[in-house]
């Protein structure tokens, strides 16, 4: 029997859930069966439980476009929003893509200059241009250091991904860039900040999917989980990741 159990809330993942976001629930989901810590997924889906939220030791929702991010945000009101809130101020860890993140923050004011409120956990906000010839679009490269001890004390972690996104996100003074944009735009094109981090929870604009071509960022998520579960230090077993460190540097090296 293992020694260890995590569940992940997948919140909507029939409405928030474009461009491959779902490969970041494999990875995860692997990347445990592999060490033989035994995880569930729950789907989170209009009218499911708030207790599926509550329980989750590790929350991920992906990107979606405006009309979805409205039957969210009418679903999510009330007590949802509010055990989304405690888990990430508990130290929970969650992975946020694109509309996920945007839905996190104070608002999303779409392309038609329609204002819909997030749930005001991140200290951001949003707001769509209203021309799509000037979208985000293409691979980027950024750092981060919240990886630092699990590289060996390097000071910072490379992570690629794909953007695509015609929001800008702007941070505010309660919380942190997740990455510094060495290639690509990030949050807004004009600052060099990418995501945003709030204790263990990161919103990212990565696609990809993200996590395959970064594994160590899914290590990072489930060694939180853990820590923040169990109450101590637990160091994950070694993987074999040489397919996913080729394909992280296949597009390191495409923009270097």
């Not at 992975?95 to 329609?114: H, M, P």
């Not at 819909?116 to 209203?130: A, M, N, Q, R, S």
Request: aromatic residues 10%; hydrophobic residues 35%.
């Amino acid at each position: 029997m293992s020694k260890y159990y995590l569940t992940i809330s997948w919140l909507y993942p029939d409405l928030m859930s474009t461009y491959g976001d779902r490969g970041n629930i494999i990875v995860l989901e692997k990347r445990c069966q592999w060490r033989d810590i035994t995880v569930s997924v729950q789907r989170h889906v209009i009218g499911s439980s708030v207790f599926q939220i509550q329980k989750a030791d590790i929350l991920f929702m992906g990107g979606a476009q405006d009309r979805q991010q409205t039957l969210v945000s009418e679903d999510i009101s009330g007590k949802k929003a509010g055990a989304i809130s405690e888990k990430i101020e508990s130290g929970t860890p969650g992975l946020f893509i694109c509309g996920a993140y945007q839905f996190l923050g104070s608002y999303y004011k779409a392309a038609d200059g329609t204002k819909i409120p997030g749930l005001g956990i991140f200290d951001v906000y949003t707001e769509h241009t209203g021309d799509q010839k000037k979208r985000l679009i293409g691979n980027i490269l950024v750092k981060t250091e919240i990886q630092r001890e699990l590289f060996n004390d390097l000071n910072y972690l490379t992570i690629v991904g794909f953007e695509n996104h015609g929001g800008r996100t702007y941070i505010g003074k309660k919380i942190q860039p997740f990455a510094t944009v060495i290639k690509g735009y990030g949050n807004n094109g004009k600052d060099n900040t990418e995501g945003a981090l709030y204790k263990n929870a990161i919103g990212t604009y990565l696609h990809g999917p993200v996590l395959p071509k970064n594994p160590v960022l899914a290590d990072w998520l489930i060694t939180q989980a853990l820590r923040v579960k169990y109450g101590k230090e637990i160091t994950l077993a070694p993987l074999e990741d040489e397919l996913e460190h080729g394909a992280h540097d296949a597009i390191l090296r495409r923009l270097t």
